[in-house]
């Protein structure tokens, strides 16, 4: 069963909200098995609006809209599906009476504009609202559903739990789509893709696809069976096979964040870890202090930018600096012993490097070093990351992360 889901509102399109409905229809429908083909948004204008139901009508079997059932002017997603089925718009005085009891039990009078929520496409069914004032509809034809809600979460979330999702797993049958995650640091997304091409092309259920952020590639692996538990059975020989192939670059087989695994890691070892940061700004440490109970393993962060507090506060040498320059291994190195010194911690952690866009100390936009320091051990590394400053920044704070993930799995 295909489906096609339909955002109207020129909101919407202006950037002016974001469209979390269709994320949250998307996930409830393939919980259910029904696959979710297209995503469309449009704006507030009739002939659009008809133009957007045909298409979706021609590509799915069931089409879901949010939006335009209010009172106000630019409220016409009735019209417009009237129109795109070729049918009129019928007052239904029943819906009249709902919305002025409605309004009477609130001790006000309804204003005349909520009339236009009694219309409603010639043979459509409809739903009443619990919550708002906004009919749903449910129009059949030639074997195809059309499903419209109200644009306001809580409302939408009403009629679609309450009604619709019931209906359509009706319709669906015992199935249902299972995805799993592995999420990746350390390798480029094109990468990825070559270790897993034949696993890529050979599979069809279960899937995979990929998504790639600053310094992360997610494998999600999806599967569709009658049950939740035939699902999982497909998913998991090829999960193993990934995790397999992708070796030390997977940081988990679960939707947890770096930082979270990092700090399970941390707690199971009983150490603690201290950061010295400069392009990063604090960064690093707040994500090491995200998770409930982080106290037990992260001590602090030294936010040194100049070269005066790096050499103050952490004790990296003038000659460092002035041979070496801040942006260098060498200096990386130096901060991490002064961060694990001044806080007492088993383990230092350190980034320095340029977060551009300009460049600095003779090194290029994006330049990071990354250094780690424990008792009889200390690592560095340096890379050219891409991107914006913020895109630098999150690329620096993934790497030095996932330098204690890998130094902690070496000693368990």
Known sequence: MRAEILGVGTEILLGQICNNNAQWISERLAEIGVDVLHHQAVGDNEERIAGAFRLALSRAEIVLSTGGLGPTQDDITREGLARALEVRLVRRPEIESFLREKYRRLGRSMPEANLQQCDVPEGTRYLLPDRGTAPGLICERDGKSVYAVAGVPAEMREMMTGTILPELAELAGPTTLVSRLLRVTGIAEARVSEILDDLFRASANPSIAYLASSGEVKVRLTAKATTRGEAEAL??????????????????????????????????????????????????????????????YFKGSAVCYTPESKRKVLGVA??????????SEECAREM?????????????????????????????????????????????????????????????????????????????
């Open 235 to 296: 998913i998991r020989p090829l999960a193993e096979e990934v995790a397999e192939r992708l070796g030390a670059h997977v940081f988990t087989t679960g939707d947890e964040e770096l930082e979270q695994v990092v700090g399970r890691d941390l707690k199971a070892h009983g150490w603690t870890v201290a950061c010295a940061e400069s392009l990063t700004g604090g960064s690093l440490g707040v994500r090491l202090s995200l998770a409930p109970g982080a106290s037990v």
């Open 318 to 327: 003038r000659e460092t600096i002035e041979r070496a320059g801040v942006v």
């Open 336 to 412: 991490a012993r002064g961060a694990r010194e001044i806080f007492g911690a088993d383990i230092g952690l350190a980034l320095t490097g340029v977060a551009g866009p300009e460049p600095h100390d003779g090194k290029p936009a994006g330049t990071v070093c990354v250094a780690l320091s424990a008792k009889g051990a200390e690592e560095s590394s340096s890379f050219r990351a891409p991107g914006d400053r913020d895109q630098v920044r999150r690329w620096s704070e993934q790497s030095a992360l996932d330098t204690l993930r890998r130094f902690l799995s070496r000693r368990s």
